[in-house]
């Protein structure tokens, strides 16, 4: 039974380019989080998507943006590199979103630096 | 403003001495309470959660968590600690109506052979 995996899981960019992120949930898992965690920080977060639609969304500016897949994988895409993006992105599955105690299964992440 | 606090950036302890990780919050209503633990270069693995029913909730790998509302804290405990237990603790919280988890700044226990 595959848990969530991520990809890729190191990516490079520069300032003011754009970095698409994967997600596959856990086998079974419908619901998608997406999560920042800054060095030395909890992780902050960024949205939620549910049925293909975003649920709910953190305090992040629209340069960050996702989407969901039919077969409930998910994309989260950032515009315009800031130096400040740099960071850990989590993504987090669970089963519905009515269940707000269900607990959340994480990938390991995809290190993101800006240059 | 609702938040969730760990006081303590690290905990060191000695091998089968008992652990404590502390955390805070401070919310209305009745707060959804989880722990997570972190795994250099892994992502997080939750550990227990507390929704309601009784104040000490027991976990994975030997943890247990006290919930005591009018202190307003979710400490993490363990009686006997591992090398192995040697990671980063993060408390988090879901506020009633959020979907999302708003996980404290992180807590690096540290078992000393």
């Known amino acids: 039974d595959a848990g969530v995996t991520q990809s890729p899981t190191h990516l490079i960019k520069t300032r003011g380019q754009q970095v698409t992120l994967r997600c596959s949930p856990k086998s079974g898992h419908d619901t998608v989080s997406w999560y920042q965690q800054a060095l030395g920080q909890g992780p902050q977060f960024i949205f939620q998507y549910y049925e293909e639609e975003e649920r709910q969304r953190g305090n992040f500016p629209d340069r960050f943006s996702g989407h969901q897949f039919p077969n409930y994988s998910s994309e989260l895409n950032v515009n315009a590199l800031l130096l400040g993006d740099s960071a850990l992105y989590l993504c987090?599955?669970?089963?519905?979103?009515?269940?707000?105690?269900?607990?959340?299964?994480f990938g390991s992440g995809t290190q993101l630096s800006v240059l | 403003a609702q938040s969730v606090a760990q006081p303590e950036d690290q905990v060191n302890v000695a091998e089968g001495n008992p652990l404590t990780v502390k955390c805070t919050y401070s919310v209305s209503g009745n707060p959804y309470l989880f722990w997570y633990v972190q795994y250099p270069n892994r992502g997080l693995q939750f550990l227990l959660k507390y929704i309601t029913g009784d104040n000490l909730v027991k976990g994975s790998y030997g943890f247990e968590a006290e919930f005591n509302k009018s202190q307003t804290s979710f400490h993490l405990k363990k009686p006997s600690a591992l090398v192995s237990d040697s990671a980063l603790y993060f408390c988090a919280v879901r506020f009633t109506g959020r979907r999302a988890l708003t996980f404290g700044s992180g807590t690096r226990l540290q078992v000393q052979p």
């Open positions: 987090a599955s669970s089963l519905g979103d009515r269940d707000f105690n269900e607990k959340l299964f």
